[in-house]
């Protein structure tokens, strides 16, 4: 097994244990509402904003997901870094012709 996969193995098993470790604390019940937590006014993206654009705020607000809001404000979707890498790596197939990962 190569160096990536172990890692990609270990930090997925990591993720998983804090994963159930919050869940098993969230089970025993805060009594808090999800307004009371939730991020009040999030950054938003447009639709038709450039993924350059979009891809830039998640990387400087340091964030994962960034709400998609149509003209009124309403939530029509959300990009993710994933979202974003997996549009590079089609680029990249397009590019290269290949259909392995860099």
């Known amino acids: 097994m190569c160096v990536e996969l172990r890692c990609a193995a270990q930090w ?3 993720t998983w244990q804090a994963f159930k470790t919050v869940q098993v604390a969230l ?4 009594g808090k509402k999800v307004q009371e937590v939730m991020t009040k ?3 938003t993206v447009r639709g038709n904003t450039n ?5 830039s705020i998640l990387l400087t607000k340091k964030i994962r997901r960034l709400p998609v809001v149509d003209e009124s404000g ?3 979707g959300l990009i993710s870094r994933a979202n974003v890498v997996n549009v590079v790596l ?3 197939k397009q590019e290269t012709g290949n259909v392995d990962r860099p």
């Open 90 to 92: 089609e680029q990249w």
């Open 41 to 43: 006014n999030p950054v």
């Open 51 to 55: 993924i350059n654009d979009a891809t």
């Open 74 to 76: 309403k939530l029509i």
């Open 27 to 30: 089970q025993k019940g805060t």
């Open 12 to 14: 997925a098993n990591e």
